[in-house]
């Protein structure tokens, strides 16, 4: 055992030095927000097992500390480090900057530098699918709950409104936002607050772009027996029965590709889009909505789907009005 | 009053019993830690215990009134840790709160792990392991019982002199010593309460800081209720209520920004701070050693 000893520490010393090593930065919501940062967390962990990279995560408990995460993710050996979320953009442009033999990636932010891919959503499309979908449950009253007032969110709720819009044009639209600091993705007792104070209005579906806090909707939804739509992950899971569908952010496999091109020696710095043309956008079917989504309402989507991918139809883009 | 006015104050009234009961435990407790001269501004660790706890006993139990319980023993612990530094070692009672709460959201996240995998939150419990409103009404009778106790009782009177005067109060052959721990460990008790009514009635697991500030809100009403039961019962009760009114306001168009209303608690909390409803007079011994 005593020579064997050395022996197994220098096999388990190649094996580290020779794995393909990824730091991932996770949001304030945590790996566990059921939502985002749980489908980046997925999409990594997937890679893990697949392409037996080496990978460590980290969450950021507050906006300042994300900066040192890269910092310190970026000193060490690793080989990509992948930030999650819009709060993150600034500590990636300034540390990619700093350490520019490494790869970076974001996902929601844009970063202009050679070594960091920026991975982006176009959030307005899934959202304008499921605000149709929303009206075709709803008839009159819809509601939205965003997390934090960011524009991000407000591409969500714009594309939403457009949906709804196209369905019914004599739609109301009811919209609240849980906060405007970063506390606003964890604070599911404010989001199901608000989802009583809609469903009590007349609400009929909620569609929730919260982070965390979404599952305070849920609870809302199940109390009132009403119907709500989940965010990023597929979410159906969580509340069978009342969960309408999910606006699918496939963070996960963008977070993925990312990892698997960057290991193949095939990354590539600059922005990448998802939308639902590359199904990195869309809408969740499975067996826990498969009763309550029925085949006509899935029947409309595909084709609102397929008009969005052919160009006929133009979803504004909060981004872009911004500008 | 037509029926549809009638559902609508309803719904509003239970929505500031909601947002209130938290916030009236934690008001409660902190008012008997205070009124017995040991600063508390250890409500949001004890909260955010009280929460993890009865979200986990709930959790495995299926019980919530276990989860209950379970929740307000954990803010007893904490408390009994704050007394232990605070009233044996005689630490700073600013200092040493900070460092509870900040050792409040380190446990969560290590226990998360070694339970579930996960850093921080707990899975969703089920709606029978959940309250409806059982916690606001016990929320509502607490306050009720507390405001009797201080206006009729003589053994508040002791709470109430270990904090004007602990001088006279030893004097008197009564231990101060043991007047604070026992103000301090209720206080304890009831903030472990409000955590476990988040956990366990407003939302439906624990996650990262969810108390969200609200140990600090329960210290403003208490300020703004100038220590006493009855005022802080009313600024528990009014802060619920700009929170209930804005939340309704967001979705209506009434051409009065969100913002405005969303600081309003803070505002009265500032301007009755400043005197103008008169002064705000904190125990004489606050934060003196005995």
Redesign the interface.
């Known amino acids: 055992m005593k020579q064997l000893f050395p022996l197994s520490l220098v096999l388990i010393l190649t094996q580290t030095a020779f794995a393909f090593k990824v730091g991932l930065v996770l949001d304030k919501g945590g790996k566990d927000d059921k939502s985002f940062n749980s489908s980046a967390y997925a999409g990594a962990t997937k890679a893990q097992k697949e392409l037996g990279i080496e990978l460590k995560y980290v969450e950021a408990m507050d906006t300042n500390a994300i900066e040192n995460l890269h910092r310190s993710f970026a000193k060490k050996d690793f080989d990509l480090i992948v930030g999650i979320g819009f709060a993150q953009a600034d500590a990636i442009k300034k540390i990619a900057a700093q350490f520019p033999e490494k790869k970076f990636a974001i996902v929601d932010g844009e970063v202009n530098l050679p070594n960091v891919k920026s991975l982006l959503f176009e959030e307005h499309e899934g959202s304008y699918l499921v605000g149709a979908i929303a009206t075709m449950k709803s008839k009159t009253k819809v509601g939205f709950i965003g997390g934090m007032d960011i524009p991000l969110i407000r591409r969500f709720e714009m594309g939403y409104a457009a949906g709804i819009k196209k369905q019914n044009p004599k739609a109301t639209l009811v919209s609240n936002y849980i906060g405007i600091t970063g506390e606003a993705w964890n604070n599911p007792a404010k989001a199901k607050e608000l989802a009583l104070a809609q469903y009590n209005s007349g609400v009929e579906v909620i569609f929730v772009a919260a982070g965390a806090s979404g599952s305070g909707v849920f609870d809302a939804a199940e109390e009132k027996k009403k119907l709500a739509i989940g965010v990023d992950s597929n979410q159906n899971w969580m509340k069978p029965g009342f969960i309408l569908t999910s606006m699918l952010k496939r963070v996960d496999i963008a977070v993925f590709d990312t990892i698997k091109d960057a290991k193949e020696g095939k990354f590539a710095g600059g922005p990448v889009r998802f939308g639902l043309k590359s199904k990195g956008v869309d809408y969740s079917v499975d067996e826990h909505n498969d009763k309550i989504l029925d085949a006509e309402t899935r029947k409309k989507a595909e084709e609102l789907k397929k008009q969005i991918i052919s160009g006929q139809i133009v979803v504004p883009d909060y981004y872009k009005k911004a500008k | 009053m037509d029926q549809e006015t009638g559902?609508?104050l309803s719904?509003l009234l239970i929505?500031i019993a909601?947002?209130a009961a938290p916030l009236l435990f934690a008001a409660m407790g902190g008012l008997l830690s205070e009124r017995s001269g040991v600063i508390q501004i250890a409500l949001e660790g004890m909260m955010l215990m009280g929460a993890l706890f009865a979200a986990i006993t709930s959790y495995f139990t299926g019980s919530p009134w276990l989860g209950f319980a379970a929740g307000s023993l954990a803010g007893l612990i904490m408390a009994g840790l704050k007394s232990f530094f605070v009233l044996k070692l005689r630490t700073d009672q600013i200092v040493t709160g900070t460092a509870i709460n900040i050792l409040a959201?380190g446990i969560a996240p290590f226990i998360t792990k070694i339970l579930?995998q996960?850093?921080?939150?707990t899975p969703?419990l089920p709606?029978e392991a959940?309250f409806?409103y059982a916690p606001l009404v016990i929320s509502f009778l607490l306050s009720g019982g507390l405001m009797y106790w201080f206006s009729q009782t003589r053994s508040s009177l002791w709470v109430q002199f270990a904090g004007e005067a602990p001088q006279a109060l030893q004097a008197s052959g009564i231990s101060v010593g043991k007047v604070r721990l026992f103000s301090l460990l209720t206080c304890g008790l009831f903030a472990g309460m409000g955590g476990a009514t988040?956990s366990l009635c407003?939302?439906?697991?624990y996650?990262?800081?969810?108390t969200?500030?609200r140990g600090f809100m329960a210290l403003a009403a208490l300020i703004f209720g100038r220590w006493r039961p009855l005022p802080t019962f009313f600024a528990c009760l009014l802060f619920a209520l700009t929170?209930?009114i804005q939340?309704?306001l967001?979705?209506a168009t009434t051409g009065i920004p969100v913002?405005f209303i969303q600081i309003l608690p803070y505002l009265i909390t500032i301007i009755a701070l400043a005197g103008f409803f008169g002064r705000s007079q904190a125990p004489k011994g606050l934060g003196q050693h005995i």
């Open positions: 559902l609508a719904t929505s909601r947002g959201v579930f996960s850093t921080g939150s969703n709606i959940r409806v988040l407003l939302a439906s697991a996650s990262p800081n969810m969200a500030g929170d209930a939340i309704r967001q979705g913002q």
